[in-house]
């Protein structure tokens, strides 16, 4: 019975490690996204598939978590602690997708005023 436990520890630890190192990787691939102006669509949609797999890592730990404060004899407190960090980190991920939505927006907004404008040289030159 012993080792089985023992067992589960190193699975959970080993899993837990691994979720914390995908989440920094993903956190340090998507910090120059973050950080400057979009410079292409495509550029856009990747920070948006980066945010939806860390929003997915985040869930399965929020799942992980609520199984182990159901183990407790007393869940209330851990849950409200749960639902508490739940609601924060969601309301995160949400304003990062609209300030993502909003810089891809704005790059296609400059790319068509540059394109409006390569017309109107083009034919100010024409006359």
């Given at each position: 019975m012993r080792s089985i436990i023992e067992k589960n520890r190193f699975t959970n630890f080993?899993?837990?490690?691994?979720?914390?190192f995908i989440f920094i990787v993903l956190n340090f691939f998507s910090l120059k996204v973050f950080s400057n102006e979009i410079n292409t669509s495509k550029e856009g949609q990747m920070s948006l598939e980066n945010l939806k797999i860390q929003k997915k890592i985040f869930l399965s730990e929020v799942s992980k978590k609520e199984n182990y404060c159901l183990e407790l004899f007393l869940s209330g407190p851990c849950l409200?602690?749960?639902?508490?960090?739940?609601?924060?980190?969601?309301?995160?991920?949400?304003?990062?997708?609209?300030e993502?939505?909003?810089?891809?927006?704005?790059?296609?907004?400059?790319?068509?005023?540059?394109?409006?404008?390569?017309?109107?040289?083009?034919?100010?030159?024409?006359?």
């Open positions: 080993f899993y837990i490690k691994f979720v914390i409200e602690k749960l639902i508490i960090e739940h609601d924060t980190k969601m309301r995160e991920f949400e304003l990062k997708k609209q993502i939505a909003r810089k891809i927006r704005r790059y296609e907004a400059n790319l068509r005023k540059e394109k409006r404008e390569k017309k109107l040289r083009i034919n100010q030159n024409r006359q």
